[in-house]
């Protein structure tokens, strides 16, 4: 169950050998691909990573069912909110809540994350309201939570081009703290955390990003959500190796982990961290996962994907294998599990009401805000759409009446 890692000094001189050998199949999860939780809910080993395992107490790992059960029933509260006509789209993140919330709990305070749009697990792990991440998705808010409180960024839409964004805030945090050490500040020292899937690592952007965190030695942690799929496009055709093989040629350690593994997940993130943290630069981390789901509510998986792949990944569900061991070790009795399927419940019943007493904008704001001063074209727009307006006035009652 542990990698078969072989015991030739890595690149990074941590003597770990984190490459997988060249030309394997992408979709072959390999002997180098690091597990700790297997599907049978039974813990492995491995040379580096079991310490990492070592340091979770069993608080921690109810911890960690309870948030990835929480946020599995928000998924589904905001699906059903989309299908109500609550929200204008959904994109759920079934079946990946061991690779967000094992990522997402490695973090620390100080720590910068910068999503992608399916983070709603990590999102959950920096306290981020998760009812405010709906506004986004209701049309009714370019963001809907503040970054600064919680060093969460806003989701980017714009495939990868948050990775672009994560290596220059790392090298502005480690500008800083350079000179807050020359001012013998003693604050604990901080990483950027990038989120990407595996279709947006073809984009250009990954690769500039890539580079010029190795030049400059930054400190962020490249992590890729290897979910299999990029809409209808299978990862097959992203890369014909490991994504995890890439870093390689940047000069920096690529880590495979099994995404449904939290255990693994978590301790591979705190090893990246730390390598980050202290200034021994970037490191990719590849989540082996699999989106479960459609990619967004506007998606029919049926149409290009079998259910027999489906099948298969459900047999290895992040949440069913740490149940089992909770269970078979004793540390999560049945009071346990009805409590967090309450809280779900609880936190459901919370997403539900806020979003259906969200207000709308009024929509003048948005000409208000294209400049900074008024400007005859967007006067002139702005005219033209209260015309247009102008035109319902009356439907409603006029419907009402029918
Ligand atoms: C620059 C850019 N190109 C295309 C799109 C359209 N698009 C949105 S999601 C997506 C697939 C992304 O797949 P992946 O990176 O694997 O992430 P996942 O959705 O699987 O989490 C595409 C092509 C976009 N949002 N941005
Ligand atoms: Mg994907």
Redesign the pocket.
């Given at each position: 169950m542990g990698s078969t890692q072989m015991p030739t000094p890595g690149i990074d001189g941590t003597g770990l050998n984190l490459q997988s050998s060249a030309g394997e199949a992408t979709g072959d999860p390999a002997a180098e691909m690091i597990q700790l939780l297997g599907p049978d809910g039974k813990l492995g080993t491995d040379p580096v990573f079991s310490d990492y395992a070592k340091r979770l107490d069993p608080e921690q790992l109810r911890g960690f069912y309870a948030d990835m059960a929480k946020v599995r029933r928000f998924d589904q509260e905001a699906t059903a909110l989309q299908r109500q006509g609550e929200l204008a789209l959904w994109?759920p993140l079934t079946g990946?809540e061991a690779a967000q919330i094992g990522s997402g709990r490695a973090t620390q305070r100080q720590d910068y994350i910068f999503p992608?749009?399916?983070e709603h697990g990590v999102a959950l792990t920096r306290n981020v309201d998760l009812a405010e991440l709906l506004k986004l998705f209701r049309g009714i808010s370019n963001g809907g939570w503040d970054p600064r409180e919680n060093n969460f960024h806003l989701y980017t839409?714009?495939?990868?081009?948050q990775t672009l964004h994560s290596v220059g805030y790392a090298m502005g945090i480690q500008r800083d703290q350079k000179l807050a050490e020359a001012a013998g500040s003693n604050e604990p020292k901080a990483a950027v955390v990038a989120y990407?899937?595996?279709?947006?690592?073809?984009?250009g952007?990954v690769h500039e990003s890539m580079v010029f965190a190795a030049s400059y030695n930054a400190p962020v942690v490249f992590f890729?959500?290897?979910?299999?799929?990029?809409?209808s496009?299978p990862?097959e055709v992203?890369t014909k190796i490991p994504l995890s093989n890439r870093a390689k040629g940047y000069g920096f350690p690529g880590i495979r982990v099994d995404g449904n593994d939290v255990i693994a997940v978590h301790a591979v993130t705190e090893w990246a961290l730390e390598h980050a943290r202290e200034g021994r630069g970037p490191v990719l981390i590849e989540a082996y996962t699999y989106?479960v789901g459609a990619?967004?509510t506007a998606d029919d998986p049926t149409k290009y994907r079998g259910s027999d792949e489906e099948h298969a990944w459900r047999a290895k569900d992040p949440l069913d294998r740490l149940e089992k061991y909770l269970r078979s070790e004793g540390l999560a009795d049945e009071a346990f599990f009805e409590q967090v399927k309450l809280d779900g419940d609880k936190l459901a019943a919370h997403v539900r009401s806020t979003t259906q007493n969200l207000q709308s904008p009024d929509i003048r704001e948005s000409f208000a805000r294209v400049y900074a001063e008024a400007h005859p074209l967007v006067a002139e727009e702005l005219a033209w759409f209260e015309e247009y307006s102008a035109g319902f006035e009356g439907d409603d009652e006029q419907e009402a009446g029918n």
């Open positions: 994109v990946q992608s749009y399916r839409l714009v495939l990868a081009a990407f899937g595996d279709g947006a690592s073809s984009e952007d890729c959500q290897n979910n299999h799929w990029a809409i496009v990862t992203q989106r990619h967004t």
